[in-house]
């Protein structure tokens, strides 16, 4: 024999809306995590990395400033547009998975040294990435600086789960790739 229990429509109600309240309290309440988390983070970061190459400085100088090859070997890039320069300066539009980004090329010293900001003021996001390349034996020591402010409460609280390394060391490594290292 099968019993049946009937629920009043009054408690099905009032059931539902103790459900609906625990879900819309959890989201609240995540949602104030979030809120808190990338408030608390700051807003500047340096990061670094350093690889050791075989090739000389001036050969990796000639692949970091050569903006038009470098969808040839930078997996992440799908376009560069070079653009007019400003104030005598290159600048340069790429386009990865993230969009489009403007930079201009700050200082450029063969084959030492090689700085790129961030042009477009309008982004969440701004920065700067300065390639240090120093001889090391027959080879390259290169050291990739990034210098960076997130603007987004949003962006620094994901940001807090990611390494802040991780874009140079792929750099690093598409670079390495490229060079046959």
């Known amino acids: 024999m099968v019993s049946t229990i009937a629920i009043a429509p009054n408690e099905v109600r009032r059931r539902s809306v103790t459900w609906l309240w625990i879900v819309l309290g959890g989201v ?7 809120v808190v988390l990338g408030l608390t983070q700051p807003r500047g970061h340096v990061a670094s990395a350093t690889a050791t ?3 000389p400085p001036a050969e990796l100088f000639a692949a970091i400033s050569g903006h038009a090859e470098q969808t040839q070997w930078r997996k992440d890039l799908k376009s560069i547009t070079l653009l007019p320069p400003q104030d005598g300066k290159l600048v340069f539009r790429e386009v990865t998975g993230f969009g489009p980004v403007t930079y201009v090329v700050d200082e450029s010293l063969p084959p030492k040294r090689y700085v790129v900001r961030i042009l477009d003021e309008t982004l969440p996001y701004s920065g700067r990435w300065i390639f240090d390349l120093e001889p090391a034996g027959t080879g390259t020591r290169l050291t990739i600086t990034e210098s960076g402010e997130v603007k987004s409460f949003l962006f620094r609280a994901l940001g807090a789960f990611f390494s802040k390394t991780a874009t140079i060391e792929q750099y690093l490594s598409s670079l390495r790739a490229k060079l046959g290292d």
Do not use: M
């Open 28 to 34: 609240g309440v995540i949602g104030l995590l979030i």
């Open 53 to 55: 190459y075989s090739r």
